[in-house]
């Protein structure tokens, strides 16, 4: 199995930028898809991107689609969320989560991996 370990929590205000990271380890990182999910206080934690073994595929939530950009350094046993104009409902706790097949869901029920999650804060 892998275990994940995010981390870059901060607090910005509206229109900034942060980036979030989810260090790997155990088994081999770049076997595995990644996820990006979100939880905001009293809410269901939402998938926010996923991204494929090699990097080549995405795929965003429409509320966060050409503004933040997930990738990933195999070498490094790293995925990375980078997030531009940066909104108040944006504030929540960011998991990143495996999964070891190819594709690319966004159910919370699909992936079997998760990071412990970091607490990004947008004030208005």
């Known amino acids: 199995q892998v275990q994940l370990v995010e981390s870059g929590e901060g607090l910005v205000q509206a229109g900034g930028s942060l980036r979030v990271s989810c260090a790997g380890s155990g088994r081999t990182f770049s076997n595995y898809v990644m996820g990006w999910f979100r939880q905001a206080p009293g809410k269901e934690r939402e998938f926010v991107a996923a991204?494929?073994?090699?990097?080549?595929?995405?795929r965003y939530a429409d509320s966060v689609k050409g503004r933040f950009t997930v990738s990933r350094d195999n070498t490094k046993n790293t995925l990375y969320l980078q997030m531009n104009s940066l909104k108040p409902e944006d504030t929540a706790v960011y998991y990143c989560?495996?999964?070891?097949?190819?594709?690319?869901?966004?159910?919370?029920?699909?992936?079997?991996?998760w990071g412990q999650g970091t607490q990004v804060t947008v004030s208005s």
């Open positions: 991204i494929s073994w090699g990097g080549a595929t995405t």
């Open positions: 989560a495996a999964r070891a097949s190819g594709e690319l869901f966004t159910a919370q029920r699909d992936y079997a991996y």
